[in-house]
């Protein structure tokens, strides 16, 4: 139990490195399941970006002279729980991919609330290089976080609208010339 905030802190960073970590395994699932080339495209970069998220916790947890393993993430278990569920359970096409939006952007949610504490934290401590780290990885989850918004508004939603395979380049109802 965390009995001051240097516990409290070490509690969060280790409950966050479970949180990525179990998103970096459940990411090449997701990534297979959609059929949304930008959407996939978006996944796979995410994947990557998650990887240099990880190394930077380590990093931190370097610095800090805290070991980075110790915890497991319940809500992000219970979040990859849900999009195993959302893709067993859909075929695949776009409703599949609108599913996979709405799990990934509550991953991301989750993880900015993650990151937001872990900065301001580590900023009311005087950790400014740990803070200034994560506060670089809490741009990239509101920056994927958006990014899926606008793959949702200009493809996928209306896609999943119209039923039409996601990578028709026809598009929308616009008839044939
Ligand atoms: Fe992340």
């Given at each position: 139990?965390?009995?001051?905030?240097?516990?409290?802190?070490?509690?969060?960073?280790?409950?966050?490195?479970?949180?990525?970590?179990q998103i970096l395994d459940a990411l090449p699932q997701m990534i297979?399941?959609?059929?949304?080339?930008?959407?996939?495209?978006?996944?796979?970069?995410?994947?990557?970006?998650?990887?240099?998220?990880?190394?930077?916790?380590?990093?931190?947890?370097?610095?800090?002279?805290?070991?980075?393993?110790?915890?497991?993430?319940?809500?992000?278990?219970?979040?990859?729980?849900?999009?195993?569920?959302?893709?067993?359970?859909?075929?695949?096409?776009?409703?599949?991919?609108?599913?996979?939006?709405?799990?990934?952007?509550?991953?991301?949610?989750?993880?900015?609330?993650?990151?937001?504490?872990?900065?301001?934290?580590?900023?009311?401590?005087?950790?400014?290089?740990?803070?200034?780290?994560?506060?670089?990885?809490?741009?990239?989850?509101?920056?994927?976080?958006?990014?899926?918004?606008?793959?949702?508004?200009?493809?996928?939603?209306?896609?999943?609208?119209?039923?039409?395979?996601?990578?028709?380049?026809?598009?929308?109802?616009?008839?044939?010339?």
């Amino acid at each position: 139990m965390a009995s001051d905030i240097r516990d409290l802190l070490t509690m969060e960073l280790q409950d966050t490195y479970s949180a990525e970590t179990q998103i970096l395994d459940a990411l090449p699932q997701m990534i297979d399941a959609t059929t949304n080339p930008k959407l996939k495209q978006a996944f796979q970069e995410h994947l990557q970006v998650t990887q240099r998220q990880v190394e930077r916790l380590e990093t931190v947890c370097q610095q800090l002279g805290i070991e980075p393993e110790g915890e497991t993430c319940n809500a992000m278990e219970g979040l990859v729980e849900e999009s195993e569920e959302i893709i067993d359970e859909l075929d695949r096409g776009p409703v599949l991919d609108a599913a996979l939006i709405g799990a990934a952007q509550k991953v991301e949610h989750y993880e900015m609330a993650a990151y937001g504490t872990l900065t301001a934290m580590l900023k009311s401590m005087g950790e400014t290089k740990a803070a200034d780290l994560l506060a670089q990885t809490l741009k990239e989850e509101k920056d994927t976080d958006e990014l899926l918004t606008q793959i949702a508004e200009s493809e996928v939603n209306p896609a999943a609208l119209g039923q039409q395979p996601a990578n028709d380049q026809a598009g929308g109802s616009r008839g044939a010339a």
